[in-house]
C-alpha cells in the first residue's frame, strides 16, 4: 500500500546547528503535507505545511521543503535548541481541505546535545 | 480553550476488563478523530466523526472496540473485553473543517497498558 517513511530514524545535533529530518512519501497522488512535532508525554503538534504547488516554505527558525519528481520532503530547523528535542512526523493527504484521509510516517526522534 | 482533552492519562487493567478511553474536543470542531500509536505500527486512524456522526470507522481493530459521540463536546472509545495487544497510546484530535489535517490539535493521550 502506498505509505510514507522517513530515511533515519534518530538524528543528534549539538545545540545551535541546523537540523535536517528527512521523509519519503509514495502517494503521487498527495497535494498537501505536514509536519508534526511530538514531546515525550504529548500529542503530535502541528510544526508547519506546504502544498504541491510550492516547493519551500518557511517559518520560524523551521523550513519545509518539497521535491516532487523525487517525492521527497525535509524538514529544516535553524539553531537547533534543547526544546527541540521530539520526535517529527511528516504527514500527507491528497488535499488540504476539509477532511482528507491523513497518512502519517514513522516518525524521527531528534535529540539535541546541549 | 484549554485544548482537546483526554482522560485518564493513564489506564492500567487487566485482560478481559472493558476500557472506557474519554475525550472533549476543541469547542467548535466539528471533526474528532480517535488515533492509536504504536511503536510498531505508527499512527493509525481508528474512527472520525463529523458533526457527532461516525463517518468513517474502517480503522476499528475488531468489534471489541466501539466509539460514540453523544454530543459536541464529548466522546468515548470502549474496549471490550481488552486485550494484552490493545496496550499502546490512544490519541484523540478534533479539527474544523476546511482545516484539514494541518489545523488538528491532538489531545495528550491515554497510555493503556493492559496486563
Known amino acids: 500500500g502506498e505509505s510514507v517513511g522517513l530515511h533515519l530514524p534518530t538524528l543528534s545535533v549539538q545545540e545551535g546547528d541546523n537540523s535536517i529530518i528527512n521523509c519519503a512519501y509514495s502517494?503521487?497522488?498527495?497535494?498537501?503535507f505536514i509536519w508534526y512535532k511530538q514531546e515525550s508525554g504529548k500529542g503530535p503538534q502541528f510544526i508547519i505545511d506546504?502544498?504541491?504547488?510550492?516547493d519551500k516554505r518557511q517559518g520560524q527558525r523551521v523550513t519545509v521543503l518539497l521535491n516532487k519528481t523525487v517525492k521527497h520532503l525535509s524538514l529544516q530547523i535553524a539553531a537547533t535548541q534543547p526544546g527541540d528535542s521530539a520526535v517529527y512526523f511528516c504527514?500527507?493527504?491528497?488535499?488540504?481541505?476539509?477532511?482528507?484521509?491523513?497518512?502519517f510516517g514513522t516518525g524521527t526522534k531528534l535529540q539535541v546535545i546541549p | 480553550d484549554a485544548g482537546v482533552i483526554q482522560s485518564p492519562r493513564h489506564e492500567v487493567t487487566e485482560m478481559g476488563q472493558e476500557v472506557t478511553l474519554r475525550c472533549k474536543p476543541i469547542?467548535?470542531?466539528?471533526?474528532l478523530f480517535w488515533y492509536r500509536q504504536t511503536m510498531m505500527r505508527g499512527l493509525e486512524l481508528l474512527i472520525y466523526?463529523?458533526?457527532?456522526?461516525?463517518?468513517?470507522d474502517s480503522g476499528m481493530p475488531e468489534d471489541r472496540f466501539s466509539a460514540k459521540m453523544p454530543n459536541a463536546s464529548f466522546s468515548t472509545l470502549k474496549i471490550q473485553p481488552s486485550e494484552p495487544r490493545d496496550s499502546a497510546v490512544y490519541f484523540c484530535?478534533?479539527?474544523?473543517?476546511?482545516?484539514?489535517?494541518?489545523?488538528?490539535?491532538f489531545g495528550s493521550g491515554t497510555r493503556l497498558t493492559v496486563v
Open positions: 484530535a478534533s479539527s474544523f473543517e476546511n482545516m484539514g489535517a494541518g489545523g488538528y490539535t
Open positions: 502517494n503521487s497522488a498527495s497535494d498537501y
Open positions: 506546504i502544498r504541491s504547488n510550492m
Open positions: 504527514a500527507e493527504t491528497p488535499n488540504s481541505g476539509g477532511y482528507q484521509k491523513v497518512t
Open positions: 469547542s467548535g470542531h466539528d471533526y
Open positions: 466523526f463529523n458533526n457527532n456522526v461516525p463517518i468513517d
